[in-house]
């Protein structure tokens, strides 16, 4: 198995903690993990993006140019992702109903209403952990166990019990056009 | 049992440095190695060790110098443009025989260049950099766990033949996060009866790289040149990768060596007999090894992140009548695997046609 | 019997100094010494020398020795006091050397208030270049590098660094004294042994800054070069005590638990 994941989204919108908990979640559950910082020289307007690998061999590139996952927390991430997947690659957009269309036919297209189904649990910073639940829930790349988990070495016990609940909504709440799935 | 985590590749190389018995680190924060700077400010005091934060990397180094004089381990990190100014120091290190260890997670450059990774300073780290008659053993991890283990190395090497030595890791590797299996920490350490402890019971120690008698200074200069020598024939570390029956080797170190890794395991699904070869120790250079690859090999290809340095030395290692080519990529932009496999095709189509 | 009045201390190696004939690097030595001495922190003590006249100053002390980059000298002590506290790690710096490329060096741990000992030799030139102008050369003094005399318009003005640095909170024991008489090299040697009881009692950083003849730079005969410091540096760099925190105090006013009972 490899999974080439990039996650991309604004400042704050808790992108690197999305990646950090799924190298946590595969690096608990024995594969090989890379997690990086996203190296292009664009560092206007607040984007941030980090890549993970999961692999069952050892990783070579630390970089990932053709991800087989794109998390898109944001319409200009999608815009940006969305030409780099490889064929057949997924691609994740948080957003409201009728909003980002690919134009790409070869690759799976998912969208979650995070902001909104982490507002209904009282707070939208666990936006982020809604959109990993979604995905997760039609892509395993790692388990939703393994998430809980790496969730209780990582966050505080405040916060813990509400962002699981997050994982829980998104991993219910995949709204797809896809007919692949 | 050992134990293995998850971990950022700078903060390894601050457990590494604690694993290794590091006494004390001096540094002065620039991006991307504040990690290394900050996590020992926790770490090293609550062990009862020293930890300062410096005005200058002048400085820094200074008190590398001071620390490791008196026989403890010490240590300090920087990234490119503080490396620059640490030369001074260097010098006077590899002068008076002090050990200790420096680690530039290096940068792009020249100038302040930008904060993303590269491998700008070869020159630099693995030629000199500082003035006179000195080498530095040159160090490159490949992953967060030999961030880790070549750290501890550094220590080691350091002690043993009483000289600075380099860690030399681009910036991506430095932000990347990796599985690393915890190492056990050293409890043995060697003596240091030239140390600078007080002149009790003993005749006084003296540590400098001056000489005032014009006349003794080269049989001095003469002794470091030697244990260079020593360290030429001993220290070369390299690794390997599908070598065997290659027909294209690829020398890479650092991030563009994992770049590097997956574009030969690619290379092999196309059918082209692509090797890798990955020197870990930059000084001394794995020069032998590539001199007998290039008996029977007749394209080297060089991955690095810069404009092309260390494709000098590899040059010079396996004479004119081999081609090296180089694939590469500067100014703190990573190398992807793919433009690497694109240049590996491209040789062999070359090769086929020939 | 005869009876011995003058002697080298034990602290001092038995052999020729580099230092010019009147050049005062040579009476810093020996005082310094006689506070080994004195102290009894010969085995303890570190000399950390510095790029100027004084660059192989440790070759004159029976004790450990350290050479430091031009400017880097306090950044090298602090290493050592932080290292081994034990020890008692004291530099000695020209002006170009601690006023100019060491400016940072010198003033960082001042302020962090190390437990370290830095001795100034202002002597107002760079000596062992050959006479170039100095951070502390006075206006309208001649160096190699100002021909004419210091100019304000383009070479600015002297920096008193007792002075600079007593603005700190840092330091425990800034001082400066003279070499230009017997009366002021007595009140030299006081001050330099305060230094090292201070970093002896844990007080934090002392400076002594010696105004001190350079008879070669200067172009004056080495009685004239005293006379010069009497009748011109001082002006420039008045004498006294700029800063003395409580303990160091009462450290002075004490009883100098070294002196003979
Ligand atoms: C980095 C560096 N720059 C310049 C020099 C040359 N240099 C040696 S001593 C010195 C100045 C010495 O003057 P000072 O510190 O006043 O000491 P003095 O010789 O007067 O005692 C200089 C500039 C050097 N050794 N290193
Ligand atoms: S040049 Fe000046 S400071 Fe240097 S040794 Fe001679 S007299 Fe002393």
Redesign the interface.
């Known amino acids: 198995m490899l999974a080439e994941i990039v996650i991309s989204g604004s400042g704050g919108q808790g992108v690197l903690v999305i990646g ?1 908990l799924i ?2 979640a595969g ?1 608990l559950e024995g594969q ?6 996203s ?1 292009s ?1 664009e560092k206007r307007g607040g984007t941030v993006s980090c890549m993970v690998t999961i692999s069952t061999e050892k ?5 990932i ?2 991800p087989t996952i794109g998390i898109a927390m944001n319409h200009a991430a999608a815009i940006k992702l969305e030409p780099a997947l490889k064929k057949d690659g997924w691609l994740l957009v948080n957003q409201a109903e009728n909003g980002y269309q690919p134009a790409r036919k070869d690759i799976h297209f998912l969208t979650v209403s995070a902001n909104q189904l982490a507002l209904e649990l009282g707070s939208e910073s666990t936006a982020n952990i809604v959109a990993l639940g979604a995905l997760l829930s039609i892509h395993p790349v790692v388990s939703l166990d393994g998430v809980i988990k790496a969730m209780a070495q990582l966050f505080g016990s405040k916060i813990l019990e509400m962002n699981k609940q997050a994982l829980i909504k998104g991993s219910k709440s995949v709204k797809t056009k896809d007919e692949k799935i | 049992m050992s134990k293995k985590v ?1 971990m950022v590749g700078n903060v390894a190389i601050a457990e590494g440095a604690v694993l290794a018995g590091c006494q004390a680190y001096f540094g002065y924060p620039i991006t991307p190695q504040n990690e290394i700077l900050e996590h020992l400010s926790k770490r090293l005091p609550e062990l009862g060790r020293v930890f300062l934060q410096t005005e200058s990397e002048l400085a820094a180094i200074s008190m590398v110098i001071g620390a490791g004089a008196t026989g403890v381990r010490a240590m300090t990190s920087t990234s490119s443009p503080g490396f620059s100014l640490q030369q001074e120091g260097i010098s006077y290190m590899a002068g008076a025989q002090i050990p200790g260890v420096i680690v530039n997670v290096m940068r792009g450059g020249p100038g302040l260049g ?1 904060i ?2 590269a491998q700008g300073d070869y020159f630099q780290a693995v030629k000199g950099g500082g003035h006179g008659d000195y080498r530095i053993i040159n160090l490159a991890p490949a992953s967060v766990q030999e961030m880790m283990d070549l750290t501890m190395l550094a220590f080691e090497l350091a002690d043993k033949y009483r000289n600075p030595t380099f860690i030399l890791v681009d910036g ?2 430095g ?5 690393v299996i915890i190492r056990d920490a050293v409890t043995k350490f060697p003596a240091k009866p030239w140390a600078i402890t007080g002149a009790k019971g003993r005749p006084k120690n003296l540590l400098d790289s001056f000489e005032m008698n014009p006349v003794n200074y080269p049989s001095r200069v003469k002794k470091l040149l030697d244990k260079y020598e020593i360290i030429r024939r001993n220290e070369v570390r390299f690794e390997g990768l599908l070598l065997e029956d290659a027909e294209i080797v690829v020398v890479a170190y650092g ?1 563009a060596s ?6 030969v ?1 690619l290379a092999r699904t196309d059918g082209i007999k692509a090797g890798l070869l990955r020197p870990i120790t930059l000084f001394p250079f794995p020069e032998k090894a590539l001199r007998e690859l290039s008996l029977r090999i007749q394209a080297f290809l060089v991955a690095e992140l810069s404009g092309g340095q260390m494709i000098e030395d590899v040059r010079l290692a396996v004479g004119l009548d081999c081609e090296v080519d180089l694939v590469n990529r500067y100014a ?3 190398l ?3 433009e690497i496999l694109e240049s590996l095709r491209g040789i062999a189509l070359k090769q086929r046609k020939n | 019997m005869d009876k011995v009045i003058y002697t080298k201390p034990e602290a001092m190696e038995d052999r020729f100094t580099h230092y010019c004939p009147g050049c005062g690097h040579s009476t810093i030595t020996r005082l310094i010494a006689e506070a080994l001495d004195t102290l009894k922190i010969q085995e303890k003590a570190v000399c950390v020398s510095s790029i100027g006249c004084s660059v192989s100053s440790y070759y004159y002390f029976k004790c450990d020795g350290l050479e430091a980059a031009h400017g880097r000298a306090p950044a090298v002590a602090t290493a050592i006091k932080r290292c081994r506290p034990e020890l008692y790690p004291f530099t000695i710096q020209g002006d170009g050397d601690l006023a100019a490329i060491g400016t940072a060096e010198t003033v960082h741990a001042s302020a962090r208030g190390e437990n370290i000992v830095l001795f100034f030799v202002n002597n107002a030139i760079y000596g062992m270049t050959g006479g170039q102008m100095a951070p502390t050369t006075l206006v309208g003094m001649n160096s190699t590098s100002t021909p004419g005399g210091r100019k304000t318009d383009t070479a600015g003005y002297p920096i008193r660094v007792c002075e600079m640095l007593a603005t700190l909170d840092g330091p425990a024991y800034i001082t400066r004294v003279s070499l230009h008489n017997p009366a002021n090299v007595r009140k030299a040697k006081k001050a330099i042994e305060t230094a090292f009881r201070v970093q002896m009692a844990g007080l934090g950083l002392s400076l002594v800054e010696i105004l001190s003849p350079c008879p070669i730079s200067w172009k004056l005969e080495p009685t004239n070069a005293l006379k010069f410091i009497e009748e011109t540096m001082i002006k420039q760099y008045p004498l006294g005590d700029f800063k003395v925190i409580d303990g160091v105090k009462a450290l002075i006013e004490g009883v100098n638990p070294c002196s003979p009972k």
């Open positions: 950090r190298a946590e690096f090989e993990v890379v997690w990086s910082p190296y020289a990783v070579g590139s630390l970089m140019t053709r | 998850l930008n993303g990774g991506f590797l932000q990347a996060m990796e599985p991030s994992r770049s590097a890794m997956s574009a395991k703190g932009v990573p992807p695997a793919e």
